[in-house]
């Protein structure tokens, strides 16, 4: 957080590694946890457009 003064108040786009960890850790703090997707849930999920 060494410029989080520097940063406005808006929604940044971050690298999807960032995002899945950000919100690990919320998820985490909350109490929660994050279910992992298997390989072919992966797949349907990233492929889904083609099968419609």
Request: net charge neutral.
């Amino acid at each position: 957080m060494e410029k989080s003064k520097e940063l406005g108040k808006k929604v940044y786009v971050v690298p999807k590694e960032i995002d899945d960890r950000v919100a690990t850790l919320k998820l985490k703090s909350l109490g929660v946890a994050m279910d992992v997707l298997t390989p072919e849930q992966e797949a349907y999920i990233n492929n889904w457009n083609h099968n419609t």
